[in-house]
């Protein structure tokens, strides 16, 4: 149903008054080779694509935005590709997580300030699918999100392989010596061998079916492997919609309601996702306008099933997860959790996409009887040492730390952790809580996935493989492990983090989501009294702008100035 005419279009204003500005307007159109035919009248849509020669995930990319081109023109737009950046998640630093606002920006400011009437987000390693969504939901005009998808599973020396999940254990291995070179050579080789994102439920899957489950796909579009040949179809159907959605003027207002970020929350939980999907949907429900805070997250984890069997949490991969039926039947499995009548980018409710989809393989998509967890595949924990809450994935942990008391052995930062972890004469045994201090948004910087912390050398080589460890920083999803994650404040800016010593006693209860510093309140207060800030890590640059803005987890990491809701004027074209 077409509500737009094409004198309404935003690109009218650039292209369609017959004053000088317009003629040259015109004119450079004309110098890219294009005729008016092409493009008056009807709508622009930029394609932004996040592809780059040193991000192996977005490899596809230069032939998926031909697909999307091809799209938006059978529907009658006229398609421009804009490179925007790629956020390699494996090369950047020191934390990629810094440049998600970034990018955010860069999508938000691209679309207004071309002629622009729809967008067509090209993302999916980690930070790219929350920033972009950030910055075109700031914008406001109708897009759709193209997920990259999963790579192929991995395959090495027989056994399938899984991102990140089994490089992390490969090297455990390795340094307890129960592995030889060459086996962790073939590891290297045959972990990720297609393009497409990490293939385990780490922060690239939970965050495409997260904004899936948002209605800001086509249905069914995060679970398809990149290589697929239906990815390319799929590409191809999202330039169609786009078009169709600018003249049914739909917007992302009108899709992401509370509802819809309690779909996605939802979904995460059920797929046993990321523990980075905290800080990116509350960040997007910030723009966005939404309620969600981190006791939403954990009074919805409470009543959620970890349906999807899927490393790191279980045993598959998302190639398995696409063949079993895919994000929408899993939604279609937990469809009374779910609120169905949400809009979506397709023009139909997030229930009518999902009916009917069927599981085809019960073992990689679990029915609720079967559940690996009937409930808390992320809790949220807070007392005296994470008084703005912190995370942790039971799933992904030894149960018998679920539960637990020890002594704190302290890293006052990474270089310190690098140092001395495997020195021989560490106090530590399988009991002690490693405390990773200064590695939050601004320690850090950007929260680096540090939050796995490494078992200490003589400890795997007794066996050990889990300890409960305490950071403020994050964690890849593709990790394990009983790590308490995103303690806020962090301990940079004084967070109780920054005054935990060696040999203080700690305390993690999940069943009644406590996390306690065993000390008492009159030594909290000296400690506290004593602590001294440290020296910002930038004077100049993004480094700074960051430093300036950015908030704590528990707020989303955003830069407030861009979280805020404000309205932005249509820039003046004279
Ligand atoms: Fe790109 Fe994992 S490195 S998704």
Redesign the pocket.
């Known amino acids: 149903m077409k509500k737009v005419k094409p004198e309404d279009l935003r690109s009218h204003r650039w292209f369609g008054r017959e004053t000088m500005r317009s003629f040259n307007h015109r004119s450079r159109m004309a110098q890219l080779g294009v005729q008016e035919s092409d493009y008056r009248g009807k709508p622009i849509i930029a394609i932004l694509n996040t592809w780059s020669e040193i991000n192996?995930?977005h490899q596809h990319f230069r032939q998926r935005a031909e697909e999307v081109k091809r799209g938006v023109w059978q529907a009658g737009g006229f398609p421009v590709e804009m490179p925007a950046m790629s956020i390699?998640?494996?090369f950047q630093k020191p934390s990629p997580l810094m440049y998600r606002n970034f990018l955010a920006m860069e999508a938000e400011e691209l679309l207004r300030s071309y002629p622009v009437d729809g967008a067509v987000l090209m993302g999916?390693?980690?930070k790219t699918t929350p920033g972009l969504a950030m910055g075109a939901i700031s914008m406001g005009l109708p897009f759709i999100f193209m997920p990259a998808g999963p790579m192929l599973r991995g395959n090495a020396s027989g056994a399938t392989l899984g991102?990140?999940t089994d490089m992390f254990k490969g090297w455990s291995e390795l340094r307890a010596g129960t592995i030889d070179q060459q086996q962790w050579e073939d590891l290297l080789q045959g972990i990720a061998r297609s393009p497409g994102?990490?293939m385990t439920m780490?922060?690239?899957a939970t965050m495409m079916s997260a904004v899936e489950a948002l209605g800001l796909t086509l249905p069914g579009a995060s679970s398809i492997p990149a290589p697929d040949s239906r990815h390319a179809q799929m590409a191809t159907a999202t330039g169609k919609r786009i078009v169709e959605m600018v003249w049914e003027d739909l917007r992302p207002a009108q899709i992401l309601t509370d509802d819809a970020f309690d779909n996605a929350v939802t979904t995460v939980l059920a797929l046993g996702g990321s523990t980075n999907a905290l800080v990116h949907l509350i960040a997007l429900a910030r723009r966005a306008g939404a309620k969600l805070d981190l006791d939403r997250f954990d009074e919805l984890a409470r009543a959620t099933p970890l349906l999807a069997n899927i490393r790191p949490a279980g045993k598959y991969l998302m190639e398995d997860f696409y063949y079993a039926g895919g994000l929408r039947a899993m939604m279609e499995r937990i469809r009374v959790k779910l609120h169905a009548n949400t809009m979506t980018v397709n023009g139909r409710t997030l229930g009518e996409n999902i009916e009917g989809a069927r599981v085809f393989n019960d073992d990689v998509i679990l029915p609720l009887d079967k559940a690996l967890l009937q409930e808390g595949s992320l809790a949220v924990l807070r007392g005296n040492l994470c008084p703005d809450g912190a995370v942790i994935k039971p799933a992904a942990s030894e149960p018998r730390l679920h539960r637990h008391q020890g002594r704190a052995v302290v890293f006052r930062d990474y270089h310190d952790l690098s140092a001395r972890i495997d020195d021989p004469n560490l106090d530590v045994d399988e009991d002690s809580v490693l405390v990773l201090q200064n590695a939050g948004p601004l320690g850090g910087p950007g929260m680096p996935e540090w939050g796995q912390l490494p078992i200490p050398k003589k400890l795997l080589q007794k066996g050990v493989r889990d300890m409960l460890r305490i950071s403020d920083a994050r964690m890849s999803g593709t990790s394990f492990g009983a790590c308490v994650l995103h303690v806020a404040p962090e301990s940079f800016v004084g967070g109780p983090l920054a005054l935990v010593r060696d040999g203080d006693l700690i305390e993690l209860d999940i069943p009644a989501r406590k996390l306690s510093l065993l000390i008492s309140d009159p030594e909290m207060a000296a400690r506290r009294a004593a602590w001294k800030a440290p020296e910002p890590r930038y004077k100049r640059g993004y480094g700074a702008i960051f430093t300036q803005n950015v908030t704590q987890a528990n707020e989303g990491c955003d830069f407030a100035v861009l979280a805020d809701r404000s309205q932005i004027p249509e820039p003046d074209i004279f």
């Open positions: 192996p995930c390699a998640e494996i999916g390693c980690d991102s990140g994102t990490c780490g922060t690239a």
